[in-house]
C-alpha cells in the first residue's frame, strides 16, 4: 500500500469511529444548554479548560512521546508502555495531592466544591489517553475508532441520567465522563490485550530519561495552547467592564459559541490521527517534501471548503444546537461563531506543523512558535475584552493562531522543505473573513451574499483536493 493510500485508509477508519461519536458529543450541546444556565455553563467549561492545562503537565505530555516511541520500531512495545504507564500513574498521584489546593488561588475559585471530581476526571482521562495511544501505536486503528463509538454512547447515556434525568448539572457532567473514560479503560485493556505489556520490571530509566528529553518542550507547548484557550474564559470570568457584559455568563456563551468550530477542530483530528502516524513512518523517505506538499495542499484547502460552509448555515445550526427556550441569554451565541471557526482553521494547520516538529525530533521550535501565540493571546485579551467583551476573546484567539500559523509554515519548511502557496493561504483567509463579517452584520441578503462566497470558496480550492486523491486512487 503506497504512502497516500496507507494515510486515507488510516483517515477514513478513524473518521468512522470518530466522525459519529463527535457529532454525538456535539449534540449534547443541546442537553446542556437545556439543563444548564449559562452562569453554570461558565464553570463547566472553565472546569474542562482547566483539566487540559493540567493533564499535559502530570503525564508529562504522554500523548506526544507514546505514540512517538511506539510506533518507532527501534523500541521493544513492552518497554514502552510499561514505562509510559509507570510515569502516568506517577503523574496521577502527584495530581490528586494537589488539586485540592488549587481552589485557593483566586481566578480559579469555581474548583470550589469540584476539586476532588475534577482530579479523577483528570485521572481517568489520562488513563484512557494511555490505552488509547497505545493501541494506535500498535496500529490497531479499527480498534481504536470502535472505542471512540463506545465511549461517545456511554457519555450520552450517563448525560441523560445525571443532567436530563437527575439534573446534578456541572456534577452530572463530570460523573458522566468519569464513568464514560473508565468503561473505555475498561475495554481497551481488556480488548488489546494490554496486560501483556505491562510489568513494572519492565520500567526503564533509560528510556524514561528519552522519552522526558523528547517530551519536555512539549509539555509548555501544550500547556500554552491550553492557556492560549483558557485565558479567554479566564479573562471572560474575572475582568471587569462599563462597556460590555463579563463573568461566568459570558464565558458558558462563549463556550456554546465553539460548538460549530468544534466540527472543523473534528475534521482536523480525524485527520491529524492518521497523518501524524504517516509523518512519523515517512520521516526517512526520499519523497517526504512532495508527500508534505501534496497532503498540506488538500488539507488547507478541505479545511478552508469546511469552514465556509460552517459559517454559512451557523446561524439555524447554533440556533438548534443552543436553543434559548428555556434560557434566552443564549439566543445571540451564533455571531460570536464565525470568527471561531476561522481560528479552528489556523488552529487545524499549526497542529498540521507541529507534526514535522514531532517527526523531526525538533519540538523545541514547537515551543517556541507556540509561545508566540500565548503571548498575542494574553496582551490581545487584555487590550480587547474590556472593549468589546466576548467578540474581543474571540478575535484575539484568531489573531494568535494566525501569528503562529505563520511563523510556522515559515520555520517548520527548514526541516522538511515543501511548497507553500502564501497567495491562495492569504485569499482564502479574506473570503472565510468576508464571510464571518456578513454573518455578524447581518446586510441586506447576507445569506445570498454568503452562498455566493462558499461557492467561490468551493471552486478556488477543488483542484488541490482533486489533485491528491487522483494520487491516493492511483494504483
Known amino acids: ?81 510499561s514505562t509510559s504507564a509507570c510515569m502516568t500513574i506517577a503523574g496521577m498521584i502527584a495530581l490528586i495531592i494537589i488539586v485540592p489546593g488549587l481552589r485557593f488561588i483566586p481566578i480559579l475559585n469555581f474548583i470550589s466544591g469540584y476539586s476532588l471530581m475534577l482530579a479523577i476526571y483528570v485521572c481517568t482521562s489520562s ?26 454512547l456511554t457519555l450520552l447515556i450517563f448525560s441523560f441520567i445525571f443532567i436530563a434525568g437527575m439534573k446534578m448539572g456541572v456534577k452530572g457532567f463530570l460523573l458522566s465522563v468519569i464513568l464514560s473514560d473508565l468503561l473505555s479503560v475498561l475495554f481497551l485493556y481488556f480488548s488489546a490485550n494490554l496486560g501483556v505489556f505491562f510489568s513494572v520490571r519492565e520500567f526503564s530509566v533509560s528510556l524514561a530519561g528519552k522519552m522526558m528529553k523528547f517530551a519536555l518542550p ?53 485527520f491529524f490521527q492518521a497523518w501524524n502516524m504517516s509523518a512519523i513512518t515517512e520521516n526517512e523517505s ?44 443564549y439566543g445571540i451565541v451564533y455571531i460570536y461563531t464565525p470568527i471561531l471557526i476561522v481560528a479552528a482553521i489556523f488552529m487545524a494547520l499549526n497542529q498540521f506543523l507541529g507534526g514535522i516538529y514531532s517527526a523531526t525530533k525538533h519540538t523545541q521550535n514547537s515551543f517556541w512558535t507556540s509561545l508566540t501565540a500565548c503571548v498575542a493571546n494574553l496582551i490581545l485579551n487584555w487590550a480587547m475584552i474590556p472593549v468589546i467583551g466576548i467578540h474581543g476573546a474571540a478575535i484575539a484567539t484568531v489573531m494568535s493562531y494566525y501569528l503562529c500559523f505563520w511563523a510556522r509554515i515559515i520555520d517548520a519548511r527548514y526541516y522538511i522543505p515543501f511548497k507553500f502557496e502564501a497567495s491562495r493561504s492569504l485569499i482564502n483567509t479574506g ?30 480550492n477543488f483542484k488541490p483536493m482533486l489533485a491528491t486523491v487522483k494520487k491516493v486512487l492511483k494504483k
Open 218 to 270: 512539549l509539555i509548555p507547548t501544550i500547556v500554552m495552547w491550553t492557556v492560549t484557550s483558557m485565558s479567554d474564559k479566564l479573562f471572560l470570568t474575572n475582568m471587569r467592564s462599563s462597556r460590555v457584559e463579563l463573568g461566568l455568563s459570558a464565558t458558558g456563551i462563549y463556550g456554546y459559541a465553539n460548538r460549530i468550530p468544534n466540527l472543523v477542530s473534528m475534521v482536523s483530528t480525524i
Open 1 to 81: 500500500m503506497n504512502k497516500y493510500k496507507k494515510l486515507a485508509s488510516n483517515t477514513l477508519i478513524f473518521a468512522i469511529g470518530t466522525f459519529g461519536s463527535k457529532i454525538l458529543v456535539i449534540l449534547l450541546s443541546r442537553l446542556y444548554a437545556k439543563h444548564i444556565n449559562a452562569y453554570d455553563s461558565g464553570i463547566k467549561d472553565n472546569l474542562e479548560t482547566i483539566a487540559l492545562f493540567l493533564q499535559p503537565i502530570f503525564t508529562f505530555a504522554l500523548q506526544e512521546y507514546l505514540i512517538r516511541f511506539g510506533l518507532d520500531r527501534n523500541y521493544d512495545k513492552k518497554k514502552v508502555f
Open 127 to 152: 488513563l484512557r489517553m494511555l490505552c488509547a495511544q497505545f493501541v494506535r501505536s500498535r496500529d490497531l486503528v479499527k480498534l481504536y475508532a470502535v472505542d471512540g463509538i463506545i465511549a461517545t
Open 431 to 460: 473570503l472565510v473573513i468576508a464571510m464571518s463579517i456578513i454573518v455578524i452584520k447581518a446586510p441586506p441578503m447576507w445569506m445570498m451574499w454568503n452562498v455566493l462566497i462558499f461557492a467561490i470558496v468551493t471552486v478556488y
Open 286 to 329: 526520499a519523497d517526504r517534501g512532495k508527500f508534505y506538499q501534496s497532503v498540506y495542499s488538500a488539507y488547507e484547502a478541505m479545511l478552508f471548503i469546511a469552514a465556509a460552509g460552517l459559517i454559512m448555515i451557523c446561524k439555524p445550526i447554533t440556533n438548534f444546537l443552543v436553543p434559548d427556550d428555556n434560557f434566552s441569554e
